[in-house]
């Protein structure tokens, strides 16, 4: 069974950087794509970036471009999301995402119906 587990939230103040992790588990994840949703109280899920495995592609969604970074590290199964400058807007709770697309995938990842296996969320708070 996949598992995927989120850690590293937590209160900060605007301005401040927090990095969150995602740790999959259950069967082999070097050859998913991964990704980091989020949901604020009463909003819709909103994508954040994802990463594909093999030749790096990084998407963002355009609240967080320039301020946050996704990264992977294969050997650890894990998915990092680096937030810096983070703002009160960004208040939510971040999901893990992962999925196994095809090598030649050139579609957007944003879709949260895309993806298969979710973890359970951690929050992050952010406090003007």
């Known amino acids: 069974q996949v598992q995927l587990v989120e850690s590293g939230g937590g209160l900060v103040q605007a301005g401040d950087s927090l990095r969150i992790s995602c740790a999959a588990s259950?069967?082999?994840?070097?050859?998913?794509?991964m990704a980091w949703f989020r949901r604020a109280p009463g909003k819709e899920r909103e994508f954040v970036a994802a990463?594909?495995?093999?030749?790096?592609?990084?998407d963002y969604g355009d609240s967080v471009k320039g301020r946050f970074t996704i990264s992977r590290d294969d050997a650890k199964d894990t998915v990092y999301l680096q937030m810096n400058n983070l703002k009160p807007e960004d208040t939510a709770v971040y999901f893990c995402?992962?999925?196994?697309?095809?090598?030649?995938?050139?579609?957007?990842?944003?879709?949260?119906?895309?993806?298969?296996?979710w973890g359970q969320g951690t929050q992050v708070t952010v406090s003007s």
């Open positions: 995402a992962a999925d196994i697309f095809p090598g030649s995938y050139a579609g957007s990842y944003s879709s949260w119906s895309l993806w298969s296996s």
């Open positions: 259950g069967r082999t994840f070097n050859r998913d794509a």
């Open positions: 990463i594909n495995w093999g030749i790096p592609r990084t």
